[in-house]
């Protein structure tokens, strides 16, 4: 049995482009995206019949639904994440994304970062190391949401390029926006040069 898996099953985001190297790869000379599509595109919205225009339906609900979280969701993406910061390993991390990919980000990200501000258990500098992780080699978008979220709550500018980056693409404005508020110096510039790069 154990011979049968393959990265793939044990790793989902092993064979797979990170979306920041997509979007990378996708930024013309004028630093603007010249496609709107994503790696997980497909993946993410088999089985819907209508898909969203990027950031859509993020922006839709951050601003008319609220975004009530359950609980038991964050509680669990809680636990895993003080896990993954205790011991940062491809095991913890590969729990960790797999809820991700399971999860609207949007719905628990406030109560989840709240959850990890309060919560003695975390390792500080692990835990910035896998954010990090999360937003450069992320291959699914939830996973890169909750990656730039987490950066978002640590003030410094290590993160700025990246952060900034992930943002020209629509799906991750709103989310590089408020992590750009949150952590960086100069912020409203920064807000402005990001401004400059995105239609939505």
Same mark, same amino acid.
């Given at each position: &049995? ?8 044990? +790793? ?7 979306? #920041? ?28 019949s209508v898909r969203w225009v990027?950031?859509? &339906? ?27 910061? /205790?011991s940062p390993d491809n095991k913890? /991390? ?6 991700? &990919?399971?999860e609207d980000v949007l719905n ?19 835990? +910035? ?6 937003? /450069? ?37 709103? #989310? ?25």
């Amino acid at each position: &049995m154990i011979n049968t898996l393959n990265q793939n099953t044990l +790793y989902p985001w092993a064979g797979k482009p990170s979306i #920041y190297e997509y979007i990378v790869s996708a930024l013309d000379d004028r630093d603007r995206l010249n496609d709107a599509r994503l790696p997980d595109d497909d993946e993410y919205w088999a089985g819907h019949s209508v898909r969203w225009v990027a950031g859509g &339906m993020d922006g839709t609900f951050s601003h008319h639904a609220g975004g009530q979280a359950e609980t038991a969701k964050v509680q669990a993406l809680v636990q895993l994440l003080v896990k993954q910061s /205790r011991s940062p390993d491809n095991k913890t /991390r590969r729990a960790t994304y797999l809820k991700l &990919m399971q999860e609207d980000v949007l719905n628990v990200i406030d109560s989840l970062l709240e959850s990890l501000r309060e919560h003695p258990g975390v390792v500080i500098p692990n835990l +910035y190391q896998e954010a990090e992780w999360f937003a /450069r080699s992320g291959a699914h978008r939830n996973v890169v949401k909750l990656g730039i979220a987490l950066l978002g709550q640590f003030e410094t500018e290590k993160h700025r390029e990246l952060v900034i980056t992930l943002g020209k693409h629509d799906e991750f404005t709103l #989310y590089s926006a408020v992590a750009i508020r949150g952590s960086l110096d100069n912020a409203n510039e920064t807000l402005f040069e990001l401004a400059k790069a995105v239609d939505g």
